[in-house]
C-alpha cells in the first residue's frame, strides 16, 4: 500500500473532529505549515472524510469517535497504546470508512500522545525541531509518500517528564523577548511550548528574573496556551504553590492580605493565604506543584544560628500545610497532581539530616511526592537515591544545568556542555533511579540546541540513547548533523561534526568565562601550542564552512554551529595570546607586542561576531548575544575585565632569550646570568627529535650561530637571523650521543648553553603496554592499562573521547560498590630504572559521593603490596559550595588529581587500581621521581612512550 502524502502538487486533507482538542489542532496546524515548508503545499484541515479519497485521520483515543469507529469495525487495533502514556499510533488502513480508499491514521494514547505523533510526521518530513527557534530549513520535496514499513507505533517515554529551565534570562534573552514580544508573553511562550513539545518534551519552569509567568500572558494567557498544548508547568525550586518569586514582590505589603515578610515564623497567615490563592487560581492547569520553602532570592530560611533541626521542623510545619491546601483547593477540580520537593542546597542537608538529627528522608509527610535531586550546578552528580530509598513513592527527579549562575565562576553565555560528560551524568542518573522528572538549566536556550536535544532525546528513548550504547555521544552528533544539515555534502558534514565534537572538547576543558591568560601554560608541554593548533583547526573548517553551505541553511549554521563554536574559540585564542604576552614580556621578548596585537583582534572579533549574529535575519535574535563572558574576576561579572596587554621596549643591544620547547627556563646567556638548559625530551624512549627557542629582546635582528661537535646531532638551522621568535629543530643518534653532551648558541652579546639529556639508545624488551620511564617522569592514559580484569558484578569500561585528555575509564554498572577482594581492576606496568620513592597523580573525572555523607575512593596496590584505599575528597568537602575550595578547583579545571606516595622497584612495576566507590573515572596516571620534575601545567605532561 501506498500512501499519497503529497503528489502532483495536491496534499491530502487531514481530518480533525470537533472532539479534538484544540491544543492538538493547533499543532496540527503547525505541521500543515511543515508540511507547506517542505512541500509548497498546505493540507486542508476538515471536520471529516466525506469526499476524501485518501484522507489523514488525526485523534486522540476517547475523544475520536471516527478511531473508535475504525477499531469497532475492525479496521485499526489501538490496543498498543490504550491506557499507556504519551504513546502514538502512526499507520496506514485500507478502505476505513465508505468511499474512502485508503487513509494515514495518526492516533494518541492522550493528548501529547497525538501531538507527538503529528510531530512524528514532521519528522518523516525531515523537519528540525529547531524549525521555529534555530531557523532550521528542510529540504524541498515535492512528492511525499508512506508505505506500510512507516507504520510505527512509539514507546512510552523512558523518564516520566522532561523538560527545560528558561533561567538568568538577562541580559540576553529578557532583552530579546521585550524588544520582539513585548515580554514574556503567550506569543512568546508559544514558540517556547512548540519547541519543547517537537524535542519530546512536556514540561517547563518558566524564565523567572523578572517575570511572572500566570501575570505576564497578559494575565493568565501563557498558563492557559501552556494548559491546551499539554505543556506541564512547575516552578523553580524556591517558588513553591503555583506563585512566582517576582509575584510575591508585588503583592507584598503592610497593608497587603499576604503581609509584606517572606517569613513563615513572623508571616504564617499571610503565607498560607498567598499560597492557597495561587493554587486556587491555577490549579486547574495541568502542573507538577512545587512544595516547601526557601528564604527571598534563592537563600536559606532561617539565619546561621539555627539549628538543623529547628530548620526541619519548620520545612515539616510547611509542608504539611501546603499539601492540605492543595487537598482543599486543587484537587476537587483537578484530581490528584504530582508534586515536587526540590532538595536543592541547604534543603538537602534537611532531607538527610546528621546522626543527631533525622532528616526529611524518614518523614511520611513526604510520601507521594516527587523528590527532585540536583547536580553540584556544573554537571557532577551529587547525592543520588541509595538502593533502600529508590522504592520511594513519588519518585526522583534531576535538576541538570547547562547554565549556571552562582559560584566559582558563573556561565551563561554560548554551550560549553560535553555530550560525553552529560552522557555519563545522566545515565548515571537514571541507573539510580531517577525516571520521573529531568529537568535542566538551558539559561536563554538560544545556543543550547545541541546538548539540549540530546538531553531531550536521552530522557524519551533511554533505551537507545541510555548505558547499554557507550558509543551514544558519537552516534548522536552525527545523527545530529544528519538531521540538522541533511542537504550538506558528505565531507561537509564530516567537517560539521569535527567542529561540534572538537569545539564542546575545549569548552568542556574550560568553561569561556573561567579562561584566564595563565589557564594552559604558554611554555610547559607546549601546551598552549597544541591547544591553539587544535583550535586554529576548527576555525579551519568553520570558515570553509561558511563559505560553502547553502545559503537558505546559513542562519541556522550561524545560530546552531557557527557562533557558539567561533565564539568559544575566539576567547580560548584570546587567552592563549594573553599567555604567550604576559611571558614574553617578562623576559623582555619584542614579540609581546604581536602578542598583544593578536589580542586586540580577538577582541574586536568578539564583538564583530556578537554585531552580525545580532543582525542576522533583520535582527531576529537581536539581545541574546549580549552575555558577558570574558574575564570575570567574582563568580558573576561584576567588575570583569579584558586580559592586560603588555608591551615591551626593545633593549638598546642585541640579546636573545633562549629555552628548551615545553620546559621554560630562559636565559640570554650572559657571563652572570647565563645558565645551562637541559634539552630532556631525549630522555623518553622513541623521541629523538626536540627544539629550542630563540626570541629577540632587542630593537634589531640578532643574528646566531650554533657550535656542536657532538656525533649524531643534527639541526634544522645552524646560521640564522632572530627577527621575532625563531624555533630550531635537533635531532640526535642516541647510538652516538656521549653523555651529557652539549652544544652552544653563540651571538653578540651571549652564549646559550644546552645540555643533550638521552636515555634509551636501545629500546629494552618489556611486555605489550609496559611504560618506559622519562628521565624521573611517566605519564599515561588511563585506556592504557596493560591488564584489565572484571570484578564481581561489574567491570572497568572505556567511556571514548571522555574527559579532558583522551578518554575515561570508569567501572560499569555505575551503581555498584566493591570491595578490593570484589573488586575490578586495572593494571598498569612502569618500568623504572632504579628502585626508589615516587609520587603517582591520579588524575580522575569531577565527581562527588554518591551517598550523603560519605567519601569517595579507589584501591591500589603496588606490586605484591598491600591494597591501600585511597580516598579523593578533603576533610570538609562540600560539593556545590563556592566556600569549598577543593570543590571549586575541581569543577574549574575539569579534574581532580589525588597524589599517593609509591615504592617502585627497579624494573617493570604493577600498579593496580581497583575501583571501590560508584562515581570513579579513571582519566590520567602520572608518576614523577621529584615534584620539581613536574612542570605546572593544566592538561598534564602528555603520555610518555610506552612499548607496542
Known sequence: MEFSFVKGGTAACWILEREAYTGVAKIAKKVCGDTQLVTGVCPEIRLNPAGCAAPVIIGTLA?????????????????????????????LVSKPFAGVE??????????????YGLFHLSELLHVSPWVRFGDAVPQKQTKVTFTEKDNFISKEPSVKYRGFFINDEWPAFGNWTFAHFGGFTAEMYDMIFETLLRLKGNYLWPAMWTSSFTLDGPGEENARLADEYGVVMCNSHHEPCLRHSEEWDKVRGENSPYGNEWNYYTNREGLLRYWHDGLQRS???ENVITIGMRGERDSSMLGPDATLKQNIDLLKDIITEQRRLITETVTPVSGEMPQMLALYKEVEAYFYGDKSTPGLKDWDGLDGVTLMLCEDNFGNMRTLPTEALRGHRG????YYHFDYHGGPVSYEWVNSSYLPKVWDQMTEAYEFGIRDIWVVNVGDLKFQEYPLSFFM??????????????????EYLQSWVQREFRALPPRQKTLLADVMRGYTKLSHNRKPEALRPDTYHPVHYAEAERVLRQAEGIKEKLEFLKQNVPQELLPEFWELVYYPAMGNLNVLELNLYAGWNHFAAEVGATIANDYAEAMKACLARDRALTETFHHLLGGKW????????????????????????????????????GYVAGEGTCTSGGDWT??????????????????????????????????????GVTFSKTVGVVSKREEIQVTVNKTLLPKDSSFTVRYTGGNLRFVLCADYAVLPQCPPKTFLEAGGLISIEAEHFAACRPGNGGAFTVLPAYGKTLSGVKALPCTASFTPKTAPCLDYAVRTTGAGVWTALFYSAPANPPESGQNLSFGLQVNHEETQTVTLLPEGYDAGNPACAPWCEMVLDQIRVTPCRVSLQDGINTLRVFALDPGFTLEKIVLVRSTDRLLSSYLGPQETYFCE
Open 283 to 285: 490549579g486547574k492547569y
Open 102 to 115: 485508503q487513509a494515514l491514521v495518526i492516533a494518541g494514547s492522550d493528548k501529547r500522545g497525538t501531538i
Open 622 to 657: 537581536n539581545g541574546m548575544g549580549l552575555s558577558e563572558h570574558i574575564g570575570f574576576t567574582h563568580w558573576n561579572d561584576e567588575d570583569c575585565r579584558y586580559p592586560v596587554q603588555m608591551s615591551v621596549e626593545p633593549a638598546g643591544k642585541p640579546r636573545l632569550v
Open 457 to 474: 532525546d536521552l530522557a524519551y528513548d533511554y533505551e537507545k540513547w541510555g548505558s547499554k550504547n557507550l558509543n551514544a555521544p558519537e
Open 674 to 711: 647565563g645558565k645551562p638548559l637541559l634539552m630532556r625530551q631525549f630522555l623518553e624512549a622513541g623521541i629523538n627529535t626536540g627544539s629550542f627557542v630563540l626570541l629577540n629582546a632587542s630593537a634589531a635582528p640578532v643574528a646566531f650561530t650554533v657550535d656542536c661537535d657532538v656525533p
Open 63 to 91: 475523544h475520536s469517535p471516527l478511531l473508535q469507529q475504525l477499531e469497532q469495525a475492525g479496521k485499526a487495533d489501538f490496543s498498543a497504546i490504550r491506557g499507556k502514556w504519551e504513546t502514538f499510533s502512526f499507520q
Open 395 to 398: 519518585g526522583w527527579g534531576m
